[in-house]
């Protein structure tokens, strides 16, 4: 794909900046369901009678379809595109939220639950794949600015949650199904792909060269994949268990425990918004040890928080601390992808978002199990391993050598 020179700047064509909206409608969507979700964690605990480790096998369920749906994306992006995967996942979404919104049945709230699972992972690779290969047109990297419009989503679903906590789950976020809908209709990128001979994959890292076949480094992506795993690790807890962590270990009124997320995503709106600029000042190698120092201490805040409200502040530095590592890291995984050709890219962006559902899968999974008795114990083991950021940020530096636009 071709970039745009360096020495110039000229205006981008409308086509790239609808593009770069329509990618970012769907990761507003994405963040909209899923938080709207998390957020009401206790209200389902509740409704269902549920224990954590009940909640924690029904999370562990999500993830690993939503794996599963990530494979799908990549098959059905090499048969058609990345376009059509997320219009399928958009759907998709639509009718698995609805179904648990309106089951009047336990066993029909899991069937909805593991429709929009595979869900979450359709939408999840392919909405990456479209930001990735906008951000290859725009010639600089654009990833956390995708990011931040999923993080917008979440901040939407939090003050619904908090403004209406009392009422009852369906009938309140049964509209919110219509989004996926209408976001159908967004101009997503559709690509030509390359001659199947000048598209082969393989999966020898860092090989020999064959003409004509991109050597995919996969063990430099593997680098950056546990990066992904740990932000994943620390950023499923807090979404997830967040809530209820305030609600049961610190005794926050009922009505207020969704703000265990939403400072949290607002600090990393804000983060992610300014991201590019701290990038192209200081490189993502020096944001990303600065991010794993400040999330450590930020999840010790959180660990040995005496009230609520210092949990939440806790959360709060969380959320800015470890919001640039996601998006960058697909970024450098999209720059080693080292392909002018979309399917390629696209191959690379569904394997490497497996990452996200190793790291979702200890933050919603193993911080519930074990903190099964007490979540501060559940919320140490992110504390400690959040800090394997810092050895592993010199493997972004390849995000500093792109070109600006």
Do not use: C
């Not at 090499?78 to 309106?102: E, Q």
């Not at 999840?299 to 040995?304: E, G, I, N, P, R």
């Amino acid at each position: 794909m071709s970039q745009t020179p360096a020495t110039s700047r000229p205006s981008h064509p409308s086509p790239h900046r609808r593009s770069r909206l329509a990618a970012g409608a769907a990761f507003f969507v994405q963040g909209l369901l899923f938080i709207s979700l998390t957020t009401r964690l206790p209200n389902i605990q509740r409704r269902w009678d549920l224990d954590e480790l009940a909640v924690s096998g029904l999370l562990l369920m999500v993830v690993l379809l939503a794996g599963l749906g990530s494979v799908a994306a990549e098959v059905v992006a090499h048969r058609a595109s990345s376009a059509m995967v997320v219009r399928l996942g958009l759907l998709v979404a639509a009718g698995g939220f609805t179904t648990l919104l309106t089951a009047a049945h336990f066993e029909v709230f899991v069937a909805g639950l593991a429709v929009y699972g595979l869900a979450l992972g359709l939408v999840d690779a392919s909405s990456n794949m479209q930001a990735i290969t906008v951000e290859h047109r725009y010639g600089r990297p654009i990833l956390p600015s995708f990011h931040a419009f999923w993080t917008a989503g979440g901040i939407a679903g939090t003050l619904v949650t908090l403004a209406t906590a009392d009422v009852a789950l369906g009938p309140l976020l049964l509209p919110l199904t219509l989004l996926p809908l209408l976001a159908l209709a967004a101009p997503f990128v559709t690509t030509d792909r390359l001659p199947a001979t000048a598209t082969k994959a393989t999966d020898v890292p860092d090989g020999p060269d064959e003409p004509g076949v991109p050597v995919v480094p996969w063990r430099r992506i593997a680098l950056l994949g546990l990066a992904m795993v740990l932000f994943y690790m620390v950023d499923t807890a807090a979404t997830t268990w967040g809530p209820v962590y305030l609600d049961t270990t610190l005794a926050a009124p009922s009505g207020l425990t969704a703000l265990a997320t939403l400072p949290y995503l607002v600090a990393t709106l804000v983060a992610r918004t300014l991201a590019d600029g701290l990038v192209d000042r200081h490189g993502a190698v020096w944001l990303l040890r600065v991010s794993g120092v400040v999330a450590a201490v930020a999840l010790a805040v959180v660990v040995f928080a005496p009230t609520w409200v210092v949990a939440v502040l806790g959360f709060t530095l969380l959320g800015g601390a470890v919001a640039t590592i996601a998006p960058l890291s697909f970024s450098a995984a999209g720059a080693l992808a080292g392909s002018p050709d979309p399917a390629k890219v696209d191959q690379v962006v569904a394997r490497f978002n497996q990452f996200n559902y190793i790291g979702a899968l200890l933050g919603a999974v193993l911080t519930g199990a074990v903190g099964a008795d007490n979540l501060r114990i559940g919320f140490a083991v992110p504390m400690v391993l959040v800090l394997g950021i810092i050895p592993l940020a010199s493997s972004f530096s390849v995000v500093g050598r792109r070109g600006v636009g």
